[in-house]
């Protein structure tokens, strides 16, 4: 089930789940400029569908021309969407999107 995040609901994300975030993927599709960034904010979720399976949360988003296009929560079933994130959601996002390029071109996800 997918929904829009509130007010709320993004206060929560950025307290609980983008304090401390595990397992940071970054992929890049040259053809349409965008990178994609996965992580969990448990140090166990290390997949997509273990993840999953354990009712672990998956954090994900898009970033095009240095700008956060989507960001999404993934826990117990329920998707939380937040088009175009603001303030301190796009701040942090854009912090850990640093982090996730500077590892993808230092090689560390070889």
């Known amino acids: 089930m997918k929904s829009k995040a509130t007010d709320a609901q993004i206060a929560v994300i950025l307290s609980k789940h983008l304090?401390?975030?595990f397992n940071l993927k970054y992929?890049?599709?040259e053809e349409d400029?965008?990178?994609?960034?996965?992580?969990?904010?448990?140090?166990?979720?290390?997949g997509h569908y273990q993840c999953i399976d354990n009712n672990y949360?998956?954090?994900?988003?898009?970033?095009?021309?240095?700008?956060?296009?989507?960001?999404?929560l993934?826990?117990?079933?329920?998707?939380?969407?937040?088009?175009?994130?603001e303030g301190d959601l796009l701040?942090?996002?854009?912090?850990?999107?640093?982090?996730?390029?500077?590892?993808?071109n230092d090689g560390s996800q070889i």
């Open 33 to 46: 400029s965008i990178g994609f960034i996965w992580c969990s904010s448990v140090p166990e979720g290390k």
């Open 91 to 104: 701040k942090r996002l854009k912090d850990i999107s640093y982090q996730a390029i500077k590892e993808f």
């Open 19 to 21: 304090v401390n975030v």
């Open 27 to 29: 992929t890049y599709d």
């Open 57 to 72: 949360p998956i954090i994900q988003w898009c970033i095009q021309g240095g700008d956060v296009k989507y960001f999404s």
């Open 74 to 85: 993934i826990k117990g079933g329920v998707e939380y969407e937040i088009d175009n994130p």
